[in-house]
């Protein structure tokens, strides 16, 4: 089997899943999924466990065959195209760096499949590592790094061969909380400076909000909504992405003349509903307000927790209407357990809808 | 000074409680059994030093003797055949296990408990009812292969099984094969770079290890060879010990020496020295 001939720097190229499907078994993956990615988008694929998105990502890299439907990466069918010859790059969640090479012979490693001459391949595979900051590092092997700079290497080698989409697969999962965050900021500047369309799973709701261009929230095995974050964040489609994405809780009211009456208020609905139906709503916790229970507005209750999170606070508070729910307010105001307090809606307006 | 005291005396009712055995036992348990391991060898270092007049190097600078050169041919026919019998076998292992293996860690990872059973069965089957089963494909075989040693070969391929599958699914469970073969192969590797170039490399300790364990098994080998009337070390030195027997023992330790030798080398390299910089 030929390798792959090299190819040339270029802006980002579209990805289409055409009702793919994918079957183990008995057991369904992916159900009929449907995804465009336009050139030089990050794309984000978010889903509890065992919803299809990493199906999803190793059926596009040739990893999984999948069961029926096309896969195309600019136009061109590649679902049936070998692994090696899809010309992607991909970056997995465990580390998979060659333990046998050193930094600068992994980085190298895709060119080496490419039969680029010697010496551009070094002088690429040195300033792909310039690029994630590891230019000092390039003769240290895999266990002389820390897992961080292990997945910038990592990222470095699927880049290098300036391949036509970047997948990557959970890349920040095992990285502890302060480098995730850095890896992740990373990882979105050296995509916007490439141009490169990227895939990205991940099951953490914080990261795909923060890098993505679009979300595509997958429910078994397909796509229950894609949108901008801020799309997703506020104006879910589905109970499964207002529940997936933020914290949110679930209120029901009933209409009545186009209002509904929340927490002791009258509210405006985005769109009208049947007069008498019973209306679904999800708060979140930064749309209400915590107020003293003698001089405050809205329905009173009892703290039940608070949680100190820096900047802010989130109080869990039983209602006495029988409803537990979540605020979010200023780090200042330190309620105490079991103190009688009023929760507030600031919304005048709310999406509604009924099942 | 206090603080020592208590210390001390902490842990030492931490010891008292603890459920390892006390020392004094311990030691007794590894004397007895050093001097169990230790008793047969340095009795076959005595019996091969023994002369006429009393102890010296008669026996040994004997082999170097050519004047013996006939009377130890057999001994060293013997050794030739054993070491080409271990190469043989450690073929098998490289060309046949090394690869099935990786297509079943790989590929077929429900087969894994089916190939564990397989390359255990050899060890679970006695030698002679396992020479009872080989003597008639032995026989065909050489008609057809046309060389006893090939054909004896290949039945210490399947002996050396159980040893050499447990030291290279060891080392692909150590790293995470699946995963280097995907990201190489996403690279754009074929799959003959792939092995060559990342699966060979990684599992070279695991490759080694397997190797050695099958010479080991290969020269220590009697009872098949002899059963099928081959004549490897083990069965030369069973013969020269009628007419000799001090060369046989001194062969004998020899043989021990190197497979003592071949195992300490593999703890070696089974020994990862790692330097972990924590950057």
């Known amino acids: 089997m030929s390798d792959p001939t090299p190819t040339a720097q270029r802006s980002g190229v579209s ?26 988008e990050f794309v984000a694929l978010l889903g509890p466990s065992g919803c299809g998105k990493t199906t999803a990502l190793r059926s596009l890299a040739g990893l999984e065959s999948v069961t029926s439907g096309e896969l195309l990466i600019d136009g061109e069918d590649v679902t049936r195209v070998p692994v090696n010859r899809r010309d992607l790059g991909m970056v997995f969640q465990s580390y998979s760096l060659f333990p046998n090479l050193n930094v600068i012979e992994n980085v ?18 040195q300033e792909m590592l310039e690029r994630v900051g590891l230019g000092d590092f390039a ?31 959970e890349p920040l999962s095992a990285l502890d909380a302060k480098v995730r965050t850095q890896l992740r900021d990373e990882i979105r500047r050296i995509q916007l400076d490439l141009g490169i369309t990227t895939v990205f799973v991940t099951h953490d709701q914080e990261e795909a909000l923060a890098v993505a261009d679009r979300i595509a929230v997958m429910n078994a095995g397909k796509i229950d909504q894609i949108g901008t ?77 608070s949680s100190f999170l820096g900047s802010l606070r989130r109080t869990t508070v039983h209602l006495d209407s029988g409803l537990s729910i979540v605020v979010q307010h200023s780090a200042e105001d330190t309620p105490e357990v079991d103190q009688q307090v009023r929760v507030r809606l600031l919304q005048d307006v709310v999406t509604a809808h009924v099942d | 000074m206090s603080t020592v005291k208590t210390l001390g005396s902490a842990r030492r009712v931490r010891a008292s409680h603890s459920l390892a055995p006390r020392r004094p036992f311990a030691t007794t348990v590894l004397v007895v059994i050093g001097l169990l391991f230790a008793l047969p ?133 150590a790293v995470d094969v699946p995963t280097l073969v995907e990201a190489a192969r996403s690279l754009g590797a074929s799959w003959p770079r792939v092995f060559v170039r990342i699966l060979l490399p990684v599992l070279r ?39 000799d027997p001090y060369v046989a023992v001194i062969f004998s330790l020899l043989a021990l020496a190197f497979v003592t030798v071949l195992l300490a080398v593999i703890g070696r390299i089974a020994t990862p020295k790692r330097k972990v910089f924590d950057v």
């Open chain 1, 15 to 40: 990805v289409h899943f055409r009702a793919v499907t994918k079957e183990y078994g008995a057991q369904r993956a992916l159900n009929g999924l449907d995804l465009e990615i336009k050139p030089g």
């Open chain 1, 229 to 305: 974050p801020e799309e997703l964040y506020r104006r879910p489609e589905t109970g499964f992405v207002a529940n997936f994405i933020g914290q949110s809780t679930l209120l029901t009211a009933l209409v009545h003349e186009g209002r509904i009456a929340l927490l002791g208020r009258e509210i405006d609905l985005t769109e009208p509903l049947p007069e008498g139906a019973l209306a679904r709503v999800r708060v979140r916790p930064e749309n209400l307000a915590l107020e003293s229970f003698e001089h405050g507005e809205g329905e009173p209750g009892r703290v039940v927790t």
């Open chain 2, 41 to 173: 060898l340095i009795a076959m270092v005595e019996f091969s030093l023994r002369t006429t007049t009393g102890h010296g190097l008669e026996h040994w600078t004997g082999l170097f003797d050519p004047a013996n050169e006939f009377r130890y041919r057999p001994l060293f026919g013997g050794l030739v055949e054993s070491l080409t019998l271990a190469l043989i076998a450690i073929a098998i292992v490289i060309l046949m296990l090394l690869p099935t293996t990786l297509l079943v860690r790989l590929r077929f990872p429900k087969l894994v408990r089916v190939l564990e059973f397989i390359t255990v069965i050899p060890i679970a089957i006695p030698a002679i009812a396992l020479v009872v089963g080989l003597a008639p494909v032995f026989g065909a075989s050489i008609r057809i292969i046309n060389s006893g040693t090939v054909v004896l070969g290949l039945i210490y391929g399947i002996l050396v099984l159980p040893f050499a599958a447990r030291a290279l699914d060891a080392s692909i469970r």
């Open chain 1, 139 to 169: 003769e240290r092997y895999a266990h002389q790094l820390s897992g961080g700079q292990q997945q910038r290497v990592a990222l470095a080698r699927a880049l290098v061969t300036r391949p036509r989409v970047l997948l990557l697969d």
């Open chain 1, 108 to 125: 190298e490693f895709g060119l080496r499949t490419r039969k680029v001459p010697a010496a551009e391949r070094t002088a690429r595979a």
């Open chain 2, 205 to 243: 300790r695991g490759i080694v290890a397997a190797s050695f364990i099958s010479i080991a098994v290969v020269l220590g080998e009697y009872t098949i060879a002899s059963l099928l009337n081959r004549q490897n070390l083990q069965v030369a030195i069973v013969s020269i010990s009628r007419s």
